[in-house]
């Protein structure tokens, strides 16, 4: 059975920084784009950053850019999010997701990805 689970969140101040890793299990993940998400109370849940599996060029949101870094480590079927200068509306319960990679660009369409985690809170005090 795929599975994405994600560990890392927590409560950190404003200028913080946490990482969130997703540990990837059940089948081969390769051919797939791995991508971050995050959906705050009363909000979409809106694209964050997003790197195809092989772990060429990642691509952001633009509200985290220069702040949040993608990777992956495929000898453990992990992907992480580094997320640095955090801000209140950072706020969000983040999720880890993976989709087929039809083209050289992930997709940043909620829709177009197949498997989801169950989430893991990421809180910023002011």
């Known amino acids: 059975q795929q599975q994405l689970l994600e560990s890392g969140g927590g409560l950190v101040q404003t200028g913080g920084s946490l990482r969130l890793s997703c540990a990837a299990s059940?089948?081969?993940?390769?051919?797939?784009?791995m991508g971050w998400f995050r959906q705050a109370p009363g909000k979409e849940r809106e694209f964050v950053a997003a790197?195809?599996?092989?772990?060429?060029?990642?691509y952001y949101a633009d509200s985290v850019k220069g702040r949040f870094t993608i990777s992956r480590d495929a000898t453990k079927n992990t992907v992480y999010l580094q997320m640095n200068s955090l801000k209140p509306e950072d706020t969000a319960i983040y999720y880890c997701?993976?989709?087929?990679?039809?083209?050289?660009?992930?997709?940043?369409?909620?829709?177009?990805?197949?498997?989801w985690g169950q989430g893991t809170q990421v809180t910023v005090s002011s």
């Open positions: 790197i195809p599996w092989s772990g060429s060029r990642a």
């Open positions: 997701a993976a989709g087929i990679l039809g083209g050289r660009v992930p997709p940043k369409a909620v829709t177009a990805y197949d498997y």
């Open positions: 059940g089948r081969s993940f390769s051919g797939y784009a």
